[in-house]
């Protein structure tokens, strides 16, 4: 079974510094994509950053970037310099070739001013 | 700039009553995708289109039906609401040429009483 799994439903950073969100998924696939997807209080959806399982450097974003861990299953997202504008739900996601996507439970990230 | 356009942001409806929630997008995508998200479950899908007309179940189907007549449009029906079913849904989009990831709609909070 495709699996995405969030251990953290809650995260707070301080302003300014940086922040790791993880992810770790369960496939028996070799292609495939992950995502990272934020959102806001607004509801909409955003994406955040992708990565191509096939690619071995991993995805950067400005001020977001990912920890790939092919073999570990691990797709973390770091947040450097976080701003007010970053608090949100984070949902981790991951898709094979195919067409479903399979997403993690959300980790809710708090910036303290 | 993408679109994914959700007919409703805030539905009440009553117990027993028949829901139609639309979801139209300006990409070509020919996938599309119903999604319900819940605190501490993620989003879950409902179920998913590859192309007019054509349809397949996710991982709850059940108390729900879709229908794709054109390629633009996505309805999530619920034939007959239930208070269980109160939540909110999210529609998708994706498909070639805008990549992997999916594009979201800014989703339907469903009260059922």
């Known amino acids: 079974a495709q699996t995405v799994t969030q251990s953290q439903p809650e995260m707070s950073v301080q302003e300014a510094e940086t922040v790791t969100l993880s992810c770790t998924y369960d496939t028996s696939e070799s292609d495939y994509y992950l995502f990272w997807y934020k959102q806001p209080p607004s509801r909409q959806m955003i994406l955040v950053i992708r990565?191509?399982?096939?690619?071995?450097q991993n995805a950067t974003e400005n001020r977001f970037s990912v920890n790939f861990q092919k073999a570990a299953k691990s797709f973390s997202l770091k947040i450097s310099d976080s701003q007010l504008g970053d608090a949100a739900m984070y949902f981790c996601?991951?898709?094979?070739?195919?067409?479903?996507?399979?997403f993690g439970t959300g980790t809710s990230l708090t910036v303290i001013p | 700039d993408v679109k994914v356009t959700q007919s409703s942001r805030y539905l009440v409806k009553r117990t027993g009553e028949k829901v139609f929630l639309e979801c139209v997008q300006d990409m070509d995508h020919e996938n599309m995708f119903w999604y319900r998200q819940d605190p501490g479950l993620g989003l879950r899908l409902i179920y998913f289109s590859y192309d007019v007309k054509m349809k397949e179940k996710g991982d709850i189907p059940e108390g729900y039906s879709v229908s794709r007549e054109k390629k633009e449009r996505f309805s999530l029906i619920l034939e007959s609401a239930s208070t269980n079913q109160t939540s909110m849904y999210l529609c998708a989009s994706r498909g070639t040429p805008r990549g992997p990831e999916a594009f979201f709609g800014q989703g339907t909070r469903l009260t059922v009483v």
């Open positions: 996601a991951y898709r094979v070739t195919g067409n479903q996507f399979y």
């Open positions: 990565q191509e399982a096939y690619k071995q």
